[in-house]
């Protein structure tokens, strides 16, 4: 008879048997009982997170052009695990762009794939909630601020930016220095999004380098997120990490820890009434439109949720549409001639979508509890439906069947998960290139078609990495 303290010498044999029948069991239903096992796919995607953590961690970035790879040998519909760390979910990608409306359709009522969300930080933010009831209590009151009424009512904060960025660009005109346009459109975009936002611009744009550091320091950030898709506690554990400790860290993750106390604090003066001065701004902030929002719950108003809203709001509203900026400043100075069509005839419409076209988004949803996913990327770069996708065509959507091409062309999702920052992302990009293009004679330093294509999927696109980035020269 075993004493109270001690283990049967068969415990471990027990466990060790328990976890191999887990393991192997789990394997065989993936592989060959799960629902989705019919479709073709690499049996070691379907068995293992790890290879998606390979491509995606350890070549940084790559995994997207292994799935289009195995779309191109398997067909339209190809499973894997896609999916978060080790767990049992595998997932069924589709690459089938008369497909796209019906899985992001406006009546569909699909939770988000929790895997999805890990990769960026805040749960209880719009962006980040899981499930379909959840998101559309939440939605409409973000959607109001962002609205078209509500852009054109706010276009002079865009404006104002704008002014500034075209000061600076005048005063590196005198001195002839090397703009790098990656870092001045992000500068401008977040000064936009936390100006509209919140009434408390970043000034970003007064830095003599254009914050450098920070920007850079922003994009690392993004990437060590990335990982919380196969570390489970990855962001809860950094969001814990104190201020001076992060302090020492990095500079930039210091920077956004206060600024996300500075959120809190301005929710909780407005939520109050006092503090902050609003009466001698030209508008009130975002949290104002969630506060006085008669629709949404008690529960949606907690600081902690305003919080995570406000932080997905600063990100997402800066970093894909910089990126476009960029992209739309490089080809029009790699096509000449297109550019001086464009400047005697501004068909601005046509020009962002051939821009567009290049973008990347990405949605997984959970359709009957199986994750299900497009990428936009490929339905942009199909070329039975945009020949030679990779061309900067403008004209494309100008020639006869040019309006039919707009329904392939989904740079911000569509659905009842579509981008709610559309309107202020349109009208950033259709103002400041208007405005640049007509004040500024630029041209290109030592940039290439490498330093606009993308290369790395961290969440947003991605140029290779040691690119310098989109330079020019002001004339």
């Given at each position: 008879?075993?004493?109270?303290?001690?283990?049967?010498?068969?415990?471990?044999?027990?466990?060790?048997?328990?976890?191999?029948?887990?393991?192997?069991?789990?394997?065989?239903?993936?592989?060959?009982?799960?629902?989705?096992?019919?479709?073709?796919?690499?049996?070691?995607?379907?068995?293992?997170?790890?290879?998606?953590?390979?491509?995606?961690?350890?070549?940084?970035?790559?995994y997207i052009w292994k799935i289009q790879e195995m779309h191109e040998k398997m067909g339209k519909y190809i499973v894997g695990h896609f999916s978060d760390r080790m767990s049992d979910d595998m997932q069924l990608h589709i690459n089938d762009p008369e497909y796209f409306d019906q899985l992001y359709s406006s009546s569909a009522k699909n939770d988000k794939y929790p895997w999805y969300i890990n990769a960026f930080g805040p749960t209880g933010s719009t962006f980040g909630t899981v499930k379909h009831e959840a998101h559309r209590i939440r939605r409409p009151a973000l959607v109001s601020f962002f609205s078209r009424r509500m852009v054109v009512r706010l276009e002079h904060v865009i404006q104002d930016v704008i002014e500034k960025l075209c000061s600076r660009l005048g005063e590196l005109r005198k001195t002839g220095e090397v703009v790098d346009l990656n870092l001045a459109y992000r500068c401008f975009t977040l000064d936009v999004i936390?100006?509209?936002?919140?009434?408390?611009?970043?000034?970003?744009?007064?830095?003599?380098?254009?914050?450098?550091?920070?920007?850079?320091?922003?994009?690392?950030?993004?990437?060590?997120?990335?990982?919380?898709?196969?570390?489970?506690?990855?962001?809860?554990?950094?969001?814990?990490?104190?201020?001076?400790?992060?302090?020492?860290?990095?500079?930039?993750?210091?920077f956004t820890g206060r600024w996300g106390k500075r959120m809190e604090k301005q929710i909780i003066e407005i939520s109050k009434g006092e503090g902050f001065d609003y009466h001698n701004k030209s508008h009130l902030t975002i949290f104002h439109e969630l506060l006085n929002d008669k629709d949404l719950p008690p529960q949606e108003k907690t600081i902690s949720r305003l919080s995570d809203e406000g932080q997905v709001v600063v990100f997402?509203?800066?970093?894909?549409?910089?990126?476009?900026l960029s992209a739309i400043h490089f080809h029009l100075l790699d096509n000449p001639s297109k550019l001086e069509r464009r400047r005697k005839n501004w068909k601005r419409r046509y020009l962002i979508r051939a821009l567009a076209q290049h973008g990347k988004a990405w949605n997984s949803f959970l359709?009957?509890?199986?994750?299900?996913?497009?990428?936009?990327?490929?339905?942009?770069?199909?070329?039975?439906?945009?020949?030679?996708?990779?061309a900067f065509e403008p004209e494309r959507w100008l020639k006869p069947g040019g309006k039919q091409l707009e329904k392939y062309l989904v740079p911000f999702g569509r659905g009842t998960r579509q981008c709610a920052g559309l309107n202020l992302a349109y009208a950033e990009i259709y103002l400041v290139t208007?405005?640049?293009?007509?004040?500024?004679?630029?041209?290109?330093?030592?940039?290439?078609?490498?330093?606009?294509?993308?290369?790395?999927?961290?969440?947003?696109?991605?140029?290779a990495l040691d690119s310098k980035g989109v330079r020019i020269i002001v004339k």
């Open positions: 008879m075993l004493g109270p303290l001690e283990i049967s010498p068969f415990f471990f044999t027990y466990v060790t048997i328990a976890l191999l029948l887990y393991v192997f069991g789990g394997l065989f239903y993936r592989l060959y009982l799960s629902p989705i096992a019919r479709f073709p796919g690499p049996k070691l995607a379907a068995a293992t997170g790890l290879y998606e953590l390979y491509y995606d961690v350890i070549m940084k970035g790559k936390t100006e509209y936002s919140f009434a408390q611009c970043w000034n970003l744009l007064d830095s003599p380098d254009f914050a450098s550091d920070f920007v850079h320091g922003v994009r690392s950030i993004a990437r060590v997120r990335g990982l919380a898709r196969f570390i489970r506690g990855l962001n809860e554990f950094l969001d814990y990490i104190p201020m001076s400790v992060m302090a020492k860290i990095s500079e930039v993750a210091a997402a509203g800066s970093e894909t549409t910089a990126h476009t359709i009957w509890w199986t994750p299900v996913s497009m990428n936009p990327l490929f339905m942009h770069m199909n070329k039975e439906i945009f020949p030679d996708p990779h208007a405005v640049i293009f007509r004040k500024f004679n630029t041209e290109l330093y030592k940039t290439t078609r490498r330093d606009v294509d993308i290369a790395h999927d961290f969440g947003v696109p991605h140029a």
